[in-house]
């Protein structure tokens, strides 16, 4: 008798939206796995699940979870995971989006998303470059990097985005590589049960419009550099973590708590109401 | 008499002629931001500048905000300034848009025509540019390829004439054009570079009395964009108005002098009539549509049915006038729009078609189809049923629904 075999996890992904459109060798499909395998883990509850993804590859992740989504406008995924956190703070909002989008048009709501310690969890997936209108320049594209639009080399120095993180306000913050699929897995357990804002940068292989233009033609060349760069770190002074050929420091930099801003919101609603009865 | 210079005929994409055009007149700034279909314009000029071809300043913004922002104060320093982008670019440069032709910087930019979010769509309408109709700019639409490359070449020099200096946004449709391979016929750079002339920049009287170039210059320092109250806001508004009027004649001049080495004319240059002149019924339209509708009116004609085309090149400023004196004998009009103006009861090109027709007596019959919303194809076919309808409407004497849609679903 034939038995029809599901897998343990396709619960949490819409199988309709399946084949992905991601590339060989890209990064984005082991990140949306570690994120579903923590949530699995967790037992969290897909009710109270809500992911928000940004434009570029990784964006597609919202609709592939079968979770309650929203796909955003350009560089808005944290503006809108903040009015659905601020809306029902019971919900678990998670952002899936990648550096570009997080880090340009989207760089201002990182900021005061960290700053202000909303609630709200961000996965980033950090290619260097904007994969999905074909590799242009971008906030994190690593200096004298050839990309469609600096085929002379990028003069622009890039964020570190942990730094960033970290020096904004965020509770937790960590990078990890697509190649540290156990370690990304229970980084992202601890995040999604931290109250405030929490950041995982996790860079990813994109071979097919990065990794080309830049001496790493395949994913397993891509995946070669994490394995043969990478130093864990943990609680180092995440200024100091290092993108380059020869070395990428991951860890977990920040794992502090703050009280959050949706917390501190609903504590003041509560004062003033109660004020008020008093009148 | 015609000098027409020998030209080149390469094989290049609607984005390709875009940035080979942009490459020819020395332009001095560029600050842009990739985004789908208008990618390969950037990508293309990078090359250029990587290759050494061109002398441009590349900025590669992290928003399309700062890329209109920076081509703003880059063009009101005097220098030349292209830029190019997509709906949520064109979006979310809305801001800066006023700011840019309310400073009179003349400013090109090249639109790939796409379809605005939600639900979230790469492909072409042009729901874009129509929500930007009010902000200052002139509009001009290219129908192929090649029209794409003159109305970039043709875009400068109209932007920067002194008696307009006001920004150009030249739209093409997105994928249909952008990424659609053509014969285009470029002329030489040297040949560009004469025709478009260099940046003259307008004198003006300074608050102390003094005569100086309108740019901000450390020897004759002078504030852009400053607060302009009730006392004074309403005059700029005003002004303007008078340059887009001037903007007209403007056009159709550059349109004619263009044509002296080139070849190439596009009718008067705000509008472009095929076979309306004895029509009975008549579609406007813009951009790569005509094409198609092109086709079916050399059909229809071969079967005895007079049709014809007037494509809107200048949608910005509107050439009233000579919408009127188009259509005032042809019986039935469609209007298409290829963006809805929710709840307005029919497209932005159909009002101000319709209304500029309100004067004649008696005046066509004007109906409306929305079409192609989302890159939603529209066939020779669709097109056909379109006339038949027009036909119909002629003959029963009634028009019937006045907004219709093409290729709908239910």
């Known amino acids: 008798m034939v038995q029809e075999t599901v897998h343990p996890l396709s619960k949490y992904l819409r199988e309709a939206m399946i084949p992905h459109i991601w590339c060989t060798g890209c990064g984005n499909g082991v990140i949306l796995n570690c994120f579903v395998q ?46 659905a956190k601020l809306a029902n703070p019971e919900l678990n909002v998670v952002v899936i989006s990648g550096d570009g989008d997080l880090f340009a048009i989207g760089g201002n709501h990182f900021i005061h998303a960290a700053r202000r310690n909303i609630g709200v969890k961000v996965i ?44 904004s306000g965020a509770t937790y913050v960590a990078r990890w590589t697509t190649l540290h699929v156990r370690r990304l897995t229970q980084s992202i357990k601890r995040m999604l049960q931290k109250e405030g804002f929490c950041f995982i940068e996790v860079i990813s292989p994109c071979p097919e419009i990065f990794g080309r233009r830049n001496k790493m033609r395949t994913g397993l060349e891509m995946m070669d550099w994490f394995k043969r760069a990478s130093v864990v770190e943990n609680f180092s002074d995440p200024s100091k973590a290092e993108i380059s050929t020869e070395k990428l420091i991951v860890g977990e930099f920040v794992n502090t708590e703050k009280v959050s801003y949706e917390k501190f919101l609903h504590e003041k609603i509560s004062q003033i109401n109660e004020k008020r009865v008093g009148w | 008499m015609k000098t027409v210079v ?27 931001y990739p985004v789908t279909p208008q990618t390969i314009i950037v990508e293309k000029f990078s090359e250029y500048v990587a290759n050494g071809e061109v002398e441009t300043e590349f ?68 729901s874009d540019t129509m929500a930007e109709r009010d902000s200052g700019w002139i509009q001009l639409y290219a129908e192929n390829a090649q029209e794409a490359y003159d109305l970039i070449i043709q875009g400068f020099k109209i932007a920067e004439s002194q008696e307009v200096l006001l920004p150009v946004m030249v739209g093409l449709d997105g994928f249909t054009l952008t990424h659609t391979l053509e014969n285009v016929q470029v002329l030489s750079d040297e040949v560009v570079r004469k025709f478009v002339g260099s940046h003259q920049i307008p004198k003006v009287v300074t608050h102390e009395g003094k005569i100086v170039p309108f740019k901000l210059d450390p020897d004759n320092p002078m504030s852009m964009g400053p607060i302009a109250l009730p006392n004074y806001y309403f005059e700029f508004k005003r002004q303007q108005e008078e340059a ?44 790569s549509t005509t094409g198609t509708v092109r086709t079916v009116v050399d059909e229809l004609r071969e079967e005895g049915v007079k049709a014809g085309v007037l494509k809107i090149r200048a949608f910005r400023p ?15 009009v469609a209007v298409m729009d290829r963006s809805m103006s929710f709840g307005g009861g029919g497209g932005a090109v159909f009002h101000e078609v319709r209304h500029a027709l309100y004067d004649l007596t008696p005046h066509p019959n004007v109906v409306n189809y929305i079409y192609g919303l989302g890159g939603r194809d529209t066939s020779p076919t669709q097109i056909r049923q379109i006339f038949e309808d027009l036909q119909r409407m002629i003959q029963a004497k009634r028009v019937g629904e006045l907004v219709r849609y093409v290729g709908l679903r239910g």
């Open chain 1, 38 to 83: 923590a949530v699995d883990e967790l037992e969290m509850d897909l009710d109270k699940l809500v992911v928000v993804s940004g434009i570029g590859c990784i964006g597609r992740a919202a609709g592939y979870t079968n979770a309650d989504s929203f796909h955003t406008t350009h560089g808005r995924s944290l503006a809108f995971a903040t009015g």
């Open chain 1, 124 to 167: 980033c997936a950090n290619n260097f470059n904007y994969g999905m209108t074909g590799g242009q320049q971008g906030p994190t594209t690593p200096l004298e990097a050839s990309t469609t639009t600096t085929p002379y080399g990028n003069i622009e120095h890039p964020f570190n985005l942990v730094h960033l993180a970290a020096a």
């Open chain 2, 6 to 32: 020998k030209q080149e005929m390469l094989a290049l994409n609607g984005d390709e002629a875009v940035a080979y055009a942009a490459k020819q007149p020395d332009v001095d700034v560029v600050a842009a």
């Open chain 2, 59 to 126: 900025v590669c913004t992290e928003s399309e905000h700062s890329a209109m922002t920076a081509c703003l104060t880059a063009s009101v320093t005097g220098a030349r300034t292209f830029t190019a982008t997509s709906a949520p670019g064109l979006a979310l440069m809305h801001e800066m848009l006023f700011v840019t032709s309310g400073c009179r910087a003349p400013v090109v930019m090249a639109v790939a025509n796409r379809a605005l979010s939600a639900p979230l769509n790469i492909h072409c309408d042009h």
């Open chain 2, 244 to 287: 887009m009027r001037n903007a007209l004649k403007r056009i159709s001049q550059v349109n004619e002098e263009f044509e002296v080495i080139s070849g190439r004319r596009y009718g008067n240059g705000l509008l472009e009539l095929y076979q309306v002149e004895d029509a009975d019924v008549a579609i406007v339209c813009l951009g």
């Open chain 2, 318 to 332: 509107l050439p009233v006038e000579g919408i009127v004196e188009a259509l005032k004998k042809v019986k039935a």
